[in-house]
């Protein structure tokens, strides 16, 4: 049964590395998963490790192992004489009954997580090994926390020549950006030399804010937007807030 992507999953940067070299029969083809997910929206992700073995090489002395961020030791190892084991941060979190291949020696390659939260959030490497060779390719996998809230307020000095912006953003992970910007409908520009604050809350979510005093005169439209972007690192994941600002004297 071919791994199917966690619905909902959007793209974010992924990182391979492998290596080739002429002669050598073994080789990963594609490691294949969602991107990003959001942190309690699947039951299930399948990381899936797909290599190519050549004809006069079989399952005798093959073993698949994944490891986690930088950790020396294994999270999954599978030898196909043996049952595949579940180690360090995915013990428990594993199904190791499924199977991603009918073929002996690929059919626990793939790592079926199940519920992922966020402290699975990291880099996955797939490291394949026989007798003679062994290949490494990795994968970036996000799980994210949407923000809770995210408000937007623009304020008037008290002698009406500029305007304080603030934007703030509750309970996201992982560590987001916050970016002003001012303009039009149809176009508008980043605002330089923003005051931002994230904070790491308790609850392991982050909380951000940002702050801007803008002179009137420094403000390119007659009503200007002002708009505040939410976005998360390593994704393309991207919240945006409005509000319509009226340079000058109030009437």
Known sequence: M?????RGATSVLLLFSTLFVAGWSLEISELRGPQMIQNGSETSVVLDCDYKLSDSESADGLVVKWFFNNEPSPVYQWIPSK????????????????TVSDHEAKKHRALHILRPTTELSG???CTVSTFNEERSMRKSLVVFVPEKSITLTESKSVDEKSVLIECEARGVFPEPTLKLFQGSETDTTEIEDV????????????????????????????????????????????RKKRVIYYPGKLI
């Open 195 to 238: 005051n931002v604050k994230t904070m790491l809350s308790g609850e392991g979510v982050f909380d951000i804010s940002a702050k801007k005093l803008i002179a009137d005169r420094d403000l390119q439209n007659t009503p200007t937007i002002i708009e505040c972007e939410l976005g998360i690192k390593d994704t393309d994941y991207k």
């Open 123 to 125: 880099e996955y490497t």
């Open 83 to 98: 049952k595949p084991q579940d180690l360090g941060v995915l013990k428990g979190k594993l199904d190791l009954t499924w």
């Open 2 to 6: 071919a791994p199917q992507a966690g």
